[in-house]
């Protein structure tokens, strides 16, 4: 049978297959949610219908670059516009060629957690919130670690491709979308032993974020790791020489001498501090290891000049250093994620958020930069969305966090142009005898700027995250792929399709056109179609 009769074999067999399946129950949809063959067919099913949407020369990509905005909503971009420099402003991330949108729901829950969204985008499959790199089979916080029951993730593909690998972060580098990377985990919040014995579960059998990072067969051989997190590797009996804080670690470990020790033979460099960062000769250095915080690292709103925090364009510059070099013959891949403007948002501090996304912006400015489209897949996109609104009519060149927006026609009160559905500032606008105050002058009460928030209308420690779908900006081979509408899991099967990675390879490199190719078919489609052009 030929492929065009196999085309249409295959789209009588699916109509038919969406009619029958329009009669089963919604308890059924949810059965096969649960099975990771159930997201890989659904990816791969919209891979060979968006493989045919273009006729131009495409390479194979052979450096890949993800950068993660956590928390970084369409309204977190839209209002940076309007805080970083206008309404018609474009960040570098925006002018990459092709945008689309992901859904990001888990199995078991409408808004996800970094968790789960990290493990659909760099898996390829979607879980269960709180969960790492888990079979959707798994639920959050269950013990023990099936091996059958590990997805593997771009970070795995790209190794076994023969890429060098590595991701730098502004959060601790066990959590958030950074430990799909690498790690296995039931439960998110299991970044070091303690946290795994606390939930009563044995670290024989779930080894923890940490020391998956350090002895993992993925994290072991990742050439660079920049971020926070030190309290992670480190054990009670030590303090960390920066904080004064002493470690988490109850096994007595130090991961970080851990590490230092398994790359006998190789230069493995470990550093915590922007000077040493900056005095590295990359090219005498096999192995990178940076952690410059205890904890997460600073907003960059926080980050004062001569700080010994890095920017994160620092980091991605020494990063990028560290991969492109000439005896990475088959590439790289470069992880990225700032997590700092999900945590702006959700102590409701919108100016650090904004900021974060001109920080976040500038490191994928300086990736670019590094890099050709030629060969280089640009992948720009957040994990999860926040619960920041854009209401109102504020004039146009006006600070949008501190520019009023209108007057309530109910209370006769002035109302700000950004505000949060959820999260601590709800106190600080609103009183339970009086209803809701004038937040302009609530917010000149705040002498700091960058401390001040924006009403929030649900009381909570800690904002929550939103589910909206994930803006998804891409450039480089085969990056079309990802404009218009996608669950977020296809991602993971788009970079390994443009890559050539996990077995992707026949499809991506048998599909790549030549210029004599394109002529022949555009001449063929003349002829057919006279009015092609008209």
């Not at 993800?66 to 018609?88: E, I, K, W």
């Not at 364009?313 to 013959?329: G, N």
């Not at 009460?445 to 209308?457: D, K």
Request: charged letters at 20%; a negative charge; hydrophobic letters at 40%.
């Amino acid at each position: 049978m030929n492929r065009g009769a196999t085309s249409v074999s295959c789209l009588a067999v699916g109509l038919l297959a969406t009619i029958l399946l329009a009669g089963i129950q919604q308890g059924a949809q949810a059965h096969e949610e649960h099975d990771a063959h159930h997201w890989k067919h659904m990816a791969h099913e919209l891979l060979f219908e968006k493989k045919d949407y273009t006729m131009q020369k495409i390479n194979i990509a052979k450096n890949i670059m993800v950068f993660v905005g956590s928390g970084m909503s369409q309204a977190t971009v839209t209002a940076a516009r309007f805080y970083n420099g206008g309404d018609n402003e474009t960040f570098s991330f925006e002018q990459l060629k092709w945008s689309g949108n992901a859904r990001t729901y888990c199995v078991d829950s409408r808004v996800p957690d970094p968790a789960c969204a990290g493990t659909a985008f760099l898996t390829g499959v979607k879980s269960n919130i709180g969960t790492v790199a888990m079979d959707p089979t798994v639920n959050r916080g269950t013990c023990g670690l099936d091996p059958a029951k590990k997805l593997a993730s771009i970070a795995k593909w790209a190794l076994d491709a023969g890429k060098a690998v590595g991701f730098a972060t502004t959060s601790r580098v066990t959590s958030g979308s950074n430990a799909a990377l690498y790690a296995n985990s039931p439960d998110s919040r299991w970044e070091n032993d303690a946290d795994v014995k606390a939930a009563g579960c044995n670290t024989a059998t779930v080894p923890d974020i940490a020391h998956q990072l350090i002895h993992g067969d993925i994290g072991k051989q990742f050439k660079v790791i920049l971020g926070g997190g030190r309290k992670n590797f480190i054990p009670t009996t030590e303090t960390d020489p920066a904080s004064g804080a002493r470690g988490l670690r109850t096994d007595g470990k130090n991961l970080i001498k851990e590490w230092q020790d398994s790359k006998s033979g190789a230069n493995a460099t470990y550093i915590t501090t922007t000077t040493e960062l900056g005095s590295l000769d990359t090219s005498k250095i096999d192995y990178l290891l940076g952690l410059f915080d205890f904890d997460h690292l600073p907003f960059s709103a926080d980050i004062g000049t001569g700080s010994e925090t890095p920017a994160l364009v620092r980091m991605v510059h020494y990063s990028l250093e560290m991969l492109q070099k000439k005896e990475h013959t088959n590439g790289f891949l470069l992880f990225v994620e700032d997590g700092n403007i999900r945590r702006a948002h959700q102590d409701n501090k919108v100016r650090k958020a904004l900021e974060q996304v001109r920080h976040y912006s500038n490191a994928f400015n300086m990736a670019n930069m590094m890099a050709s489209e030629q060969n280089t897949l640009f992948v720009a996109l957040s994990d999860v969305g926040s619960t920041l609104s854009l209401s109102g009519y504020q004039a146009r060149s006006t600070d949008p966090v501190s520019t009023t927006a209108g007057t309530s026609d109910a209370d006769a009160l002035p109302y700000l142009g950004l505000s949060y559905a959820t999260g601590p500032a709800h106190s600080t606008f609103y009183r339970t005898t009086s209803g809701r105050l004038d937040p302009t002058v609530v917010q000149q009460g705040v002498s700091q700027p960058m401390e001040r928030t924006c009403p929030a209308a649900v009381p909570m420690e800690q904002g929550a995250d939103g589910g909206e779908d994930a803006a998804v900006y891409a450039s480089g081979p085969w990056a079309f792929m990802l404009s218009g509408g996608y669950e977020q899991h296809f991602v993971a099967h788009q970079i390994a399709f443009a890559s050539c990675m996990d077995g992707a390879c026949d499809g991506a490199a048998a599909i790549a056109l030549s210029t004599a190719t394109v002529a022949l078919a555009l001449a063929a489609k003349l002829f057919v179609h006279p009015h092609f052009f008209m």
